[in-house]
């Protein structure tokens, strides 16, 4: 089955670069959804379901943590895997995410076959890369 | 420990692997100096962010505007010629990654440490000042003839919120 994701960060580049390498990593993605921080992401995911859910945490309005919390706190999205995509490599910050029941956690600068590494068994692998 | 070294070799190191890994460029390790006096004016691209924890400070990617299209060329595959929002966001995000990865570094000597949003400016003859910084250690890189300025400065939070009185004793912050 062909999987949708929603890639959330406030920054168009890396959107456009996340878009290009989920692409390349040849794992079946139907739609990927964009948001440009946290209340985004909410409101593309009142109108569409997806499997997995890659975001930054450094954002304006609503951040990665609070989009991550928010998820988990309701009963809908709670079981969409959530993987954290972010310069912020702190310790602190990864014992957060964890906490709050991230699935995943991948620092910038990344590469395809690091965010190929971190979506497998979350997403299935159409085609070997 | 000299903090001054280990910032410059921060600077290289994450500089270095963000251009190797997000726009498949090698680049040299820069060579590194300490500016105390006002910076003239630019021409070109700045982007500022901003840190803060127990240590305060900012980091600052100044480049021409060729350059800043030539990372925002290599960083999404596509062909710019000229200063756009799309170049302005791809020199934003180069410079949240290698302060980013700066910060990391700097996060096992100094503890936690938090990034601002990037701020990114593009215009002619402009000065910029931050508010208190004595000193500002500077990585200069070259890309094909293009310069590219990493800058730092980071003072201890206690000195930063009174920065006359730090100005005027003229200490150096970064000996610890």
Redesign the interface.
């Known amino acids: 089955m062909d999987s949708d994701v929603l890639v959330v960060d ?5 959107r ?2 996340l878009q ?1 390498v989920l692409r390349q990593t040849g794992m079946a993605i139907r739609t990927i959804y964009e948001a440009g921080d946290g209340q985004q992401a909410l409101e593309v995911l009142e109108s569409n379901s997806v499997h997995l859910i890659l975001t930054d945490i ?3 309005k609503m951040d990665g943590l609070q989009l991550l919390a928010a998820l988990k706190a309701g009963a809908i999205w709670r079981n969409i895997p959530v993987v954290m995509i ?7 910050k990864v014992a957060e995410a964890v906490r709050l029941g991230a699935a995943g956690y991948v ?5 395809a076959d690091q965010i190929k590494e971190k979506l497998v068994g979350i997403l299935e692998p159409a085609l070997p890369l | 420990m000299n903090l001054k070294q280990f910032i410059v070799d921060a600077i290289n190191d994450s500089t270095v ?2 251009f190797s ?2 726009l498949g460029v090698d680049i040299a390790a820069g060579e590194s100096s300490v500016e105390t006096s006002a910076p003239g004016s630019n021409d070109g691209v700045v982007s500022f962010l901003g840190m803060a924890g127990t240590w305060v400070g900012n980091g600052s990617l100044t480049c021409s505007p060729l350059l800043a299209c030539r990372v ?1 060329s290599h ?3 596509t062909e710019t010629s000229s200063v756009n ?2 170049v302005l ?2 020199v ?2 180069l410079t ?2 290698v ?3 700066v ?2 570094a700097l ?1 096992g000597q100094l503890g ?2 938090g ?1 601002s ?1 990037p701020t990114v400016v593009y215009g002619r003859n402009f000065k910029t000042r931050s508010s208190g910084t004595a000193e500002w250690i500077v990585v200069r890189f070259l890309w094909d003839g293009e310069e590219l300025v990493v800058k730092l400065c980071l003072t201890p939070q206690d000195r930063a919120s009174h920065p006359a009185m730090h100005a005027a004793a003229q200490n150096c912050a970064l000996e610890v």
Request: net charge negative; hydrophobic share 40%.
């Open positions: 406030d920054s168009a580049a890396i456009k670069i290009r450094n954002m304006p972010t310069t912020e490599g702190g310790e602190a620092r910038k600068p990344f590469t | 692997q963000v890994t997000m925002c960083m999404l595959m929002e799309e966001d791809a934003a995000e949240n990654m302060v980013g990865g910060k990391t996060e936690p440490l990034l949003i």
